[in-house]
């Protein structure tokens, strides 16, 4: 079945990409004039490159995202530059949806940019503008979803134009100096509107009552929930809304998702089993592949319309769009020429390891079930998972979309991932992970996760499928997170069905995720590093199955009190791994209380990201110089 899956993507992945290939000449002239405006940009190197900017998805020049062979987004951050944004310019490339300009120099008053009316995100955080923004500055704007101001030194009433921004999804005025009241936000859509460290007064209108107290604080007139502080006189009567209706998602009885790693219970012998199967499956693939490519070089040589001249006997390059500029740029059939092998078959669909003739080995992943936004939010959720960099984060490299079919690129990672250190070392003849490297992996995995909490504000869980067959360690075991933040782009039929989020005790109960569910991802985490035990509530979605439930069986050895703990400790630690030191006996003792408190089913008690973080980071091993 995965060979004739294959033989269908590449095929049509091939002849979909022979549609793109023209690309507007004067684009270099227009990128080069919106530069001559920019102080401090000669580093682009944009004119002294030989190639178009952009080619298919495929961007030639630091800084510009495109699609179509034509400019969708200027990206140019943390780079230092200032001088003027020359918007007048920028109007002339008929697709441009996107601009960053975050973390440069950039004075003065708002940029006017009306002008760019399919402008979807327009990021302007950490600059140094300044002044009032005119009420009508983002009038007629009305495809804009993002709109990041925050850190700058705007002053003066938010701007009533945001109001008219139907679309609206983030908007972030913190670290300005903006006062006034809040005004009253109609969008439905709106996620994150970050007001705080401002001078803003009054109380917070209805609609944004629900959302999170970091969103106002630092703001000393505000008064009113989500804040603690009570408004003085009552504030204006307006009808209560009924609450609004939240989908209410039935959970549905699946059966046991394919998984890999596999369950640890029967050991070895399936390790081995499934391990022979990718194996041979690799074999199977890299033929296909092989016999794939020829066959298309004679399809093409004998095709009349849309083939390029027979001369080009090669195979057409299948483009990727790159979300990192360093690295160096490849086509998906340069990467799959080479060799090819399966690497497993996940919840989402196969990896594959494969490498250009002379780079390194990449994996690509397989995802069909990733329709639930289309294609402009895809390329700009996919752009903001680009722009994340963590040392506990595993990037991806680039990524290929077509309507049925996306593929996500990274790199390999030679040390496997955390499932198969806690749960198949035998088979691989490795020896466990010792109480040292099982701690600095959570304390990884802890840092990831709070980044992505920062960094994406507006999604509910911003991991939603953490678990440790999707935690990778490096050569020196640090973690890895890998398949972070697809929530929003995943069919939800099959999040529902496979991601860890919607296996949580709150999803099963009430159907809903929220803030605190990757929360008890990680604590489950934390229980099965601990433990060595595999957390069978992920592999199964059974409703009130506790037998299955790693932090219940927890609970049912150590008990409820805290006190005892120390005692217990022995009883659910991991058999495989060395004993521990005397000294790091309390430190494991109050990871277990962590873990625990992750998983705590009560919301209300459970540990919010940020507590979680800061407890992880306070154990502190004797001897830890850091
Ligand atoms: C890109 O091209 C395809 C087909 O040529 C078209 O369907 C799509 O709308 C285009 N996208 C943009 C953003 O122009
Ligand atoms: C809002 O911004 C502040 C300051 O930048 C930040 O600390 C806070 O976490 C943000 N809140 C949300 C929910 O994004």
């Known amino acids: 079945m995965a060979t004739s899956h294959l033989r269908l993507i590449l095929f049509s992945i091939s002849?979909?990409?022979?549609?793109?290939?023209?690309?507007?000449?004067?684009?270099?002239?227009?990128?080069?004039?919106?530069?001559?405006?920019?102080?401090?940009?000669?580093?682009?190197?944009?004119?002294?490159?030989?190639?178009?900017?952009?080619?298919?998805?495929?961007?030639?020049?630091?800084?510009?995202v495109c699609m179509n062979s034509s400019v969708l987004g200027i990206q140019l951050e943390g780079l230092g530059i200032s001088g003027t944004i020359d918007v007048d310019t920028l109007s002339g490339f008929p697709n441009l949806k996107s601009l960053s300009f975050m973390n440069n120099n950039f004075q003065g008053s708002m940029p006017d940019f009306r002008k760019l009316k399919d402008l979807k995100s327009l990021y302007l955080s950490k600059n140094q503008f300044s002044g009032d923004i005119p009420a009508d500055a983002f009038k007629g704007l009305i495809k804009m979803m993002k709109l990041y101001l925050s850190e700058n030194k705007f002053t003066g009433e938010i701007p009533s134009s945001v109001l008219e921004l139907p679309k609206l999804k983030e908007l972030k005025l913190d670290g300005n100096r903006f006062s006034g009241r809040v005004p009253d936000f109609k969008q439905t859509n709106l996620q994150v509107v970050n007001l705080s460290n401002n001078a803003l007064e009054g109380s917070i209108p209805e609609k944004l009552r629900k959302m999170d107290t970091t969103m106002f604080s630092g703001n000393k007139g505000l008064c009113g929930a989500p804040l603690k502080k009570k408004c003085d006189s009552?504030?204006?009567?307006?009808?209560?809304?009924?609450?609004?209706?939240?989908?209410?998602?039935?959970?549905?009885?699946?059966?046991?998702?394919?998984?890999?790693?596999?369950?640890?219970?029967?050991?070895?012998?399936?390790?081995?089993?499934?391990?022979?199967?990718?194996?041979?499956?690799?074999?199977?693939?890299?033929?296909?592949?092989?016999?794939?490519l020829i066959g298309r070089r004679r399809t093409q040589a004998s095709s009349t319309v849309e083939a390029p001249p027979p001369k080009t006997q090669k195979a057409e390059p299948v483009k990727l769009c790159f979300l990192m500029d360093d690295r160096e740029k490849f086509d998906l059939t340069e990467l799959l020429k080479s060799s090819a092998e399966v690497l497993g078959s996940g919840s989402f669909g196969a990896s594959y390891k494969a490498a250009t003739p002379t780079g390194p080995p990449m994996v690509v992943k397989r995802f069909q079930q990733m329709n639930n936004v289309g294609k402009e939010e895809f390329h700009e959720h996919l752009k903001s998972l680009g722009r994340l960099r963590h040392k506990n984060l595993l990037p991806i490299i680039a990524y290929f979309y077509r309507k049925d079919e996306k593929l996500l690129v990274s790199d390999f990672v030679h040390n496997g991932s955390l499932a198969v250190h806690l749960h198949g070392h035998q088979s691989l003849g490795q020896p466990p992970l010792d109480w040292a490297t099982r701690l600095s992996i959570v304390k990884g995995v802890a840092k990831g996760l709070d980044h992505l909490?920062?960094?994406?504000?507006?999604?509910?869980?911003?991991?939603?499928?953490?678990?440790?067959?999707?935690?990778?360690?490096?050569?020196?075991?640090?973690?890895?997170?890998?398949?972070?933040?697809?929530?929003?782009?995943?069919?939800?039929?099959?999040?529902?069905?496979?991601?860890?989020?919607y296996k949580s005790p709150e999803y099963i109960?009430?159907?809903?995720?929220?803030?605190?569910?990757?929360?008890?991802?990680?604590?489950?985490?934390?229980?099965?590093?601990?433990?060595?035990?595999?957390?069978?509530?992920?592999?199964?979605?059974?409703?009130?199955?506790d037998d299955q439930d790693l932090a219940v069986w927890v609970k049912s050895i150590v008990g409820d009190d805290a006190a005892d703990y120390e005692s217990k400790l022995v009883l659910v630690l991991d058999k495989d791994m060395e004993e521990i030191r005397e000294g790091d006996k309390k430190l494991a003792v109050d990871?277990?209380?962590?873990?625990l408190s992750c998983c705590d089913l009560d919301m209300e008690k459970r540990l919010d990201l940020k507590e979680a973080v800061e407890r992880i980071e306070g154990l502190k091993v004797e001897d830890d110089k850091e």
């Open 15 to 64: 002849t979909s990409m022979l549609l793109f290939s023209s690309h507007s000449l004067s684009e270099p002239e227009t990128l080069l004039k919106f530069k001559a405006s920019l102080k401090n940009a000669g580093g682009l190197g944009w004119e002294k490159n030989p190639k178009p900017p952009c080619d298919a998805h495929r961007s030639s020049w630091v800084g510009v």
């Open 234 to 292: 009552p504030p204006p009567p307006s009808l209560p809304s009924p609450p609004s209706p939240q989908p209410s998602l039935s959970p549905t009885a699946v059966s046991s998702p394919p998984f890999w790693p596999p369950p640890p219970r029967p050991l070895t012998t399936s390790m081995w089993i499934i391990m022979i199967i990718f194996l041979a499956g690799g074999l199977i693939i890299f033929s296909i592949l092989t016999v794939l």
């Open 453 to 501: 909490y920062k960094e994406l504000p507006g999604l509910v869980a911003p991991h939603g499928h953490l678990k440790s067959s999707n935690v990778l360690l490096n050569q020196t075991l640090q973690p890895l997170l890998t398949d972070y933040s697809l929530t929003p782009v995943v069919n939800q039929e099959t999040a529902q069905e496979h991601m860890v989020a």
């Open 509 to 545: 109960k009430t159907g809903r995720i929220t803030k605190k569910t990757d929360v008890w991802s990680l604590g489950v985490l934390i229980l099965e590093i601990l433990t060595g035990k595999f957390p069978g509530n992920l592999l199964q979605k059974g409703k009130g199955n």
């Open 591 to 595: 990871l277990l209380g962590i873990g």
